[in-house]
């Protein structure tokens, strides 16, 4: 007898960029162990491999692109099958002073955390590789609502992505594909060692969380699985807080 079980990916085909490390692969990883096809996507092949390698399934696949650059996004976007799931988790962050930002930082930072996954988004849309009913998920951070000193490129950056997956939501509601955003605390990845904080220091920090402790790339995978899954089929439009219960950074 079958198990009920509305959280599962099996026939799906999942598309995850950022997949390389930390929440991407965990979110990869999970997919696939829920019966999903999952197409991981990043910059580094070696890493991408890595990933692959801890994958469950024998359909899986690697594409290995840079998504701040529109040739190469069309290429990749063309060798895509149709999608049922998407998660946009390519990022990164960097911290600086409002008063030392230079042009180039800015631009990098918007580049990467917002025009890429929307270029890319809109390009999976324009070659219609979209199936009706799919789910496409943002990793945002709490960062958004959350200032904290020397962020406020990256605060920005998630601010931009929240607001333009609220559109989306909207946009593509009639062909009953869902957007949502996760908007995650301090998880424990490479990114959050980015502006010299010390690993003493952070471990200092996540005492200050209701439930003790960072999340882990685990916690917003499993999230993530609740949306790209037809247990979700009634959402869309949200940004959903994944914070240990803190309520700011």
């Not at 609502?145 to 998630?158: E, L, Q, V, W």
Request: glycine residues 8%; hydrophobic residues 40%.
């Amino acid at each position: 007898m079958d198990i009920f079980n509305p959280f599962t990916l099996k026939g799906k085909t999942i598309l995850v960029t950022g997949a390389s490390s930390g929440i991407g692969r965990g979110i990869a990883i999970a997919c696939s162990k829920m019966g999903a096809s999952v197409i991981i996507n990043g910059r580094n092949e070696q890493r991408l491999a890595e990933t692959l390698r801890e994958m469950r399934g024998e359909e899986n696949l690697s594409l290995i692109a840079d998504l701040s650059q529109t040739d190469a996004v069309a290429i990749m976007v063309r060798q895509l099958p149709k999608l049922d799931g998407v998660v946009h988790c390519a990022g990164i962050g960097q911290r600086i002073l409002c008063k030392q930002l230079q042009e180039s930082d800015l631009d990098n930072m918007m580049d990467v955390n917002f025009k890429a996954p929307v270029m890319f988004q809109t390009e999976l849309l324009r070659q219609k590789k979209i199936n009706k009913g799919a789910s496409i998920v943002f990793i945002a951070s709490i960062a958004y609502d959350s200032p904290t000193i020397g962020n406020a490129m990256y605060c920005a950056s998630k601010g931009a992505v929240i607001s333009y997956a609220n559109c989306l939501a909207l946009e593509l509601a009639p062909r009953l594909i869902r957007v949502n955003c996760i908007l995650p605390a301090m998880i424990w990845t490479d990114l959050i060692y980015k502006g010299g904080i010390t690993e003493e220091e952070l471990k200092e920090d996540e005492k200050k969380y209701p439930l003790k402790r960072y999340g882990k790339p685990e916690d917003v995978a499993n999230l993530s699985v609740y949306l790209l899954s037809d247990a979700s089929a009634w959402m869309t439009g949200s940004s959903i807080k994944l914070t240990g219960g803190i309520s700011k950074l």
